[in-house]
């Protein structure tokens, strides 16, 4: 076997390809692959090789993967899961506080017509059934018969929420649940009227959480294609979260806003190896070809701009290099193949230090340069 | 710890490597026993299937079969089975293409041209005569490969590169100079 590596890569000198040939005598596979080799004296057996294993080798990580591809998928809408909880938690964590902080300020009265505009305008951002919207309409309505100087302005805020919270569970809930949260918008209406029962709106909007959220883990406990919908119903949830920062005009919500933002972008974060998972699965092709980071054409030019040719007359062809990956996709351990010059093969190796990042499964790569 | 188990495979033997595989399942025990024997299929491929596509090709799926085959058969001795595997595939493709071409390939496969060193035997004073003979006669490419390789016992890369030529170019210089050779001393 030694042997044979040494004859393929031509450090080999007479006697032991003697040897080797003898050794060819006794062993007949050997013997046939003698043959073939032989049969191509210009081509570059050692290249070809390598290249070969660094195939078998993407072969079984392509492999692996689909393997492990329903794991990575429980993995995904466990995560999905995760983040929806704490989003849900986190929003219940906020409301009391802004309501508490509000309770003891005293407000002044041209802000309530001012956050009555901001709910009309809401109505219209999200669309709400017309059911609903008559529902909300009365809540104006009531509000306007109150006197200004009435404390109901605390309460709005968790209705105006609440009321979000309601469409968007409405969207989500069958028809037969439709019933039970228009029950909680009435206890939200009847709640308007007193400013002591401004807890009850968060409670029932906590409930309203819950159904919602209930439905989301049992949409998201599916598989598949029920995926998607998990995530768009996710996607409306952080459509959603902004808002109540949007509606908020005083320093008090303010403060909490970056921490909501914090909260939706956070989600982002967590749904991307979902959403990577769900493209991957669309187009059915897991990606596992060796390319540069920014794509062959960039490296390419990469390459155009500089590449040095080395001074060296009558010297032209392609260097051939093998290498390794580290763990962010670092060239290192550059192999040259196939050689061209000393120069040359220098320069292929400089190219390829000083490059751009790979992308490799395998943690393995390949190429050429063409001087 | 990854390091470890590298270390560990390179090391066990073909059959403790296709009994890790058969038993655990893992697929890189296989391949490492398969990375093994590389050039010895990708020459036997060559060898059946005349070019370096068709031997990549049936490297790989060669593999491929390999998957389901070494867990059904009970191998004794891995290195001849498969010869036997690597074979019958590239003679299966050459039949399926034979379908589509008929190429007689018998005759070239069955010419296996026995490989004779014209330096091996002890020599005599006449076959010494008649090869400094036959060497003068040779093209002078073929000749200073030639007297690199056997008299001063160089390997074909240190030639490759006194001479600034491919590697390729020097081994068939001297494939083809003992060749020229061979057909010289026997006529």
């Keep these: 076997m030694e042997l044979l590596k040494k004859w393929l890569d031509g450090s080999i000198n007479w006697k032991e390809e003697k040897r080797l040939r003898t050794e060819a005598r006794k062993d007949n596979f050997l013997a046939d692959a003698l043959d073939g080799l032989d049969a191509l004296p210009d081509a570059d057996h050692t290249h070809n090789t390598k290249v070969l294993e660094q195939r078998l080798q993407e072969h079984i990580s392509k492999k692996k993967k689909r393997k492990n591809f329903p794991v990575r998928a429980i993995a995904a809408a466990a995560i999905l899961l995760l ?32 956050i009555e505009n901001k709910i009309k305008e809401d109505k219209e951002e999200v669309s709400i059934p017309n059911t609903v919207a008559a529902i909300t309409d009365k809540i104006t309505d009531d509000k306007k018969a109150l006197p200004k100087e009435f404390k109901t302005t605390p309460s709005e805020k968790p209705i105006a929420e609440s009321n979000k919270e309601l469409v968007v569970a409405q969207k989500e809930l069958p028809k ?33 959480m819950e159904v919602a959220s209930s439905e989301v883990y049992s949409i ?43 909260v939706s972008s956070a989600i982002a974060e967590q749904d991307m190896p979902v959403a990577r998972a769900m493209t991957r699965r669309a187009n059915n092709t897991p990606t596992t070809k060796v390319f540069p980071v920014g794509g062959m054409e960039d490296f390419r030019t990469y390459l155009k701009a500089n590449k040095r040719y080395p001074d060296i007359a009558n010297v032209e062809g392609t260097v051939f290099l093998v290498f ?48 | 710890m990854l390091r470890i188990l590298k270390q560990d495979k390179e090391d066990l033997t073909d059959q403790e490597l296709i009994l890790r595989y058969k038993k655990e399942g893992e ?35 060669v593999f ?8 059904q058969h009970d191998i004794t001795n891995f290195k001849s089975w498969l010869h036997v595997v690597v074979k019958n595939h590239c ?33 005599t004073e006449e076959s010494e005569k008649k090869l400094s003979n036959c060497l003068q006669q040779l093209e002078l490419q073929q000749l200073e490969a030639i007297q690199l390789f056997y008299y001063q016992n160089k390997s074909y890369k240190e030639i490759a590169t ?9 081994r068939s210089a001297i494939q083809n100079g003992r060749r020229n050779l061979k057909i010289c001393m026997e006529g």
């Design chain 2, 27 to 61: 697929m890189l025990y296989l391949a490492q026993l398969y990375k093994r024997y590389t050039n010895l299929i990708y020459g036997v491929c060559l060898k059946y299937l005349k070019n370096s596509q068709d031997a990549e090709d049936a490297y790989m799926s």
């Design chain 1, 176 to 208: 037969s649940n439709t019933i039970q949260s228009y029950d909680l918008q009435e206890e939200v209406l009847s709640s308007t009227n007193s400013p002591e029962k401004v807890e009850i709106p968060t409670e029932a909007s906590s409930m309203v």
């Design chain 1, 83 to 114: 983040s929806i909880g704490i989003w849900w938690n986190m929003q219940n964590n906020f409301k009391p506080a802004p309501i508490a902080e509000r309770q003891t300020k005293s407000v002044s009265p041209t802000a309530s017509p001012l």
């Design chain 2, 64 to 71: 491929e079969k390999l998957i389901k085959k070494v867990r």
């Design chain 2, 162 to 170: 006194t001479k600034n030529q491919p590697l390729g170019k020097i």
């Design chain 1, 220 to 262: 998201t406990e599916q598989e598949d294609q029920e995926d998607a919908a998990g995530i768009a119903i996710v996607e409306e949830v952080i459509a959603a979260s902004p808002a109540p920062v949007v509606m908020s005009e005083e320093p008090i919500d303010l403060t909490s806003a970056p921490i909501s933002m914090d």
């Design chain 2, 91 to 123: 003679l299966e493709i050459i039949r399926k293409q034979k379908k589509n071409l008929t190429i007689s390939y018998d005759q070239e496969l069955v010419q296996n041209e026995p490989f004779v060193h014209p330096f091996e035997e002890s020599p």
């Design chain 1, 324 to 371: 390794s990956l580290d763990q962010d996709g670092t060239v290192k351990d550059i192999e040259v193949t196939k050689s061209l010059h000393p120069a040359f093969d220098k320069e292929a190796i400089r190219l390829l230090k000083e490059g751009p990042k790979w992308i490799s499964p395998a943690r393995v790569g390949y190429c050429e340069i063409a001087f």
